[in-house]
């Protein structure tokens, strides 16, 4: 009798649920068989998906301090990020070491009325998250905190940067971790490949230094006073908003906190773009490991750019797909030469992005992977793709657009940076368009621009004499900072 029942029951749970939610799937019946005979007989829906638009979010708060408010009432949380509009990099090589202590020590540094300590239990009791960034041209603030909590929080955010203590017992806390940080800075191979990449790609330019451990001992709290005014100033604003909060109060609110902001300090002109250096080839890096941790890299394109979706769907094919891409199928699944190999064309609004492969091959197997991907390089430069690739490529990119608006603080967050990179407000409706109207010759030209084995520039972290390569050029890892 129990056994009846509990299969009574699981019938009615079954047909409840068969009844409310229908599968995302249309079988193709043949002769009344409601079960396709191949998983190629099953038809799925077409993909419809309108991306939320941003003029629907955007608030002026002033002529330079935009809102994009995002509510989201499931929880009793909201979260804001400031995106302030500014220069940071250094103006000479003695900044570097107190820009990089002042942008963690805004928000742990103290205020002139509040200790350290008092500031980190005052966030610790109301359950908030606090802390700051200082980039080189961007510098943002992010909050978290109960809703009910905000108006406790936001006069603490504002002392802490608008009158920073800058403390200088948490200053030298903060030099002994940078000091250690540098100090192992290329422990991990993945560090150091990328530093003799940038080393190799690029010229010197203040956005490339870094503190050594003498600078950083050197940096005083003087140093950093000298410095705070300059930097949070709302010049251009833009805040992401998400969570529990009442969209008009939340206005008046951020309106008000900004009334007493500093205004006055002036503006530091901007870093030069990145420059390039000339010179391709083989650059190798020694490290004792078994691995050769590889970076082909070369120009790309600085956006808003034509070539950039015709040669981001070209990047997917050739090896941005993970395992439906063609470098994972010819490197990995046949030739089991890495586990993980990637091609990117990156996306840049500040300076020209960089584009390339990047993998990790056994030592004795990386002549053998670098030629494989070169004859996959200009296989797909020469032939371009194939029917079947190109429409799995856009549909593929189509449909990772949810991915950014996946709940409100990704779409908030979302719509401030993408104004932040002075895109138009149609920019995501626009999106979909732009990727279908790429064509196969157009991604085949695009491998032969941007993916290019001539003109890569190939940087190597492992033991050169297992490597067995030609016409090396050696790096040794003291000369990679600049």
Known sequence: MLKFFAIFILLVGC?????????????????????P?????????????IAPYPGDFRIAISDSITLYAVRDTSIPLIDLAFYFRENAAPKNRDEVAALQMLSALYSRGGTESLSPAQVDDSLEF???????????????????????DLDK??????????????DSSRLELQKSAAIQSYKHRYDQPRAQVAALSAKVLYKDNPKLWKADSASIAKVKREDLLALKDEFFVPRRVIIAAAGDFNTDSLKNTLTKLFENWKSDAPGRPPAPELQFNEHAGIFVSEKDISQANITMAMPFVKRPHPDYYQAAIAS???????????????????????????????????DTAISGIALQTKAESTKDALQIIKEECVKLGTEG????????????????????FENAAITANTFAVSELNGRSLNHYIEFPEKIKAVTAEQV?????????PDFFKISIVGANDKMQLENVILVPVEELDF
């Not at 990995?332 to 500040?350: K, V």
């Not at 793709?385 to 950014?404: V, Y």
């Open 15 to 35: 047909s409840g649920t068969k009844k409310d939610t229908p599968l995302p799937i249309t079988a193709s019946p043949k002769e009344g068989n409601l079960i």
């Open 37 to 49: 005979e191949s998983y190629k007989d099953i038809e799925f829906p077409d993909f419809q998906y």
């Open 126 to 148: 109301l359950s908030a998250r606090l802390n700051a960034n200082i980039g080189f041209t961007q510098s943002k603030i992010h909050l978290n905190c109960l809703s009910r």
């Open 153 to 166: 929080v936001l006069p603490l955010l504002s002392e802490l940067f608008n009158k920073p203590r800058l």
């Open 316 to 350: 997917y094919i050739l090896g941005g797909s993970s395992f439906s891409s063609r470098l994972t199928n010819k490197v990995r699944t046949q030739g089991g030469l890495a586990y993980s190999i990637y091609s990117f064309a990156g996306s840049d609004y500040e």
């Open 385 to 404: 793709p194939s029917t079947e690739e190109l429409a799995f490529a856009k549909k593929a990119l189509i449909e990772s657009m949810p991915g950014m």
């Open 444 to 452: 085949r030209a695009m491998t032969a621009k941007y993916f290019n």
